[in-house]
């Protein structure tokens, strides 16, 4: 991920600040994933409640992601600043990501992905 590697590399930064968002239908539509036609149906055939809960963790992810994109834009934003605001925001989504991979691979996942609004307010409390 692009965000693990801007807090050893910073001049990674005009990449990170180009990314841009995309659905999971999007995200497969543009990959090179040979079976991308077979996930994406996967996802439109799944249930409700489990889509609901992984577009969820991707807004949520999405949300953590731009908060610090928009931190990091700033012309004059020092490598160092970089690196720190990267350090502090790495550990945001990882757990989150690992939630979608389980899902994705049908594993159970008792415990209830935060809201968007949990993760902001998590991240305003600092």
């Avoid at 991920?1 to 930064?13: G, T």
């Avoid at 077979?38 to 609901?52: E, S």
Wanted: aromatic share 6%; net charge negative; with cysteine.
């Amino acid at each position: 991920m692009l965000l693990d590697m801007l807090s050893s590399c910073p001049e990674f930064r005009e990449d990170f600040l180009a990314w841009e968002p995309m659905s999971y239908r999007e995200h497969f539509r543009l990959s090179r994933f040979k079976a991308r036609d077979l996930a994406i149906a996967a996802y439109d055939r799944a249930d409700a409640n489990i889509r609901n809960t992984l577009d969820t963790l991707a807004v949520t992810m999405t949300i953590v992601l731009e908060a610090t994109r928009a931190a990091m834009d700033d012309v004059d934003r020092r490598p160092e600043t970089v690196a720190a605001l990267a350090g502090n925001a790495i550990g945001r989504p990882k757990p989150l990501i690992a939630r979608a991979g389980a899902i994705i691979n049908g594993e159970s996942v008792g415990e209830v992905a935060p809201t968007p609004q949990d993760v902001v307010d998590r991240l305003m409390k600092r």
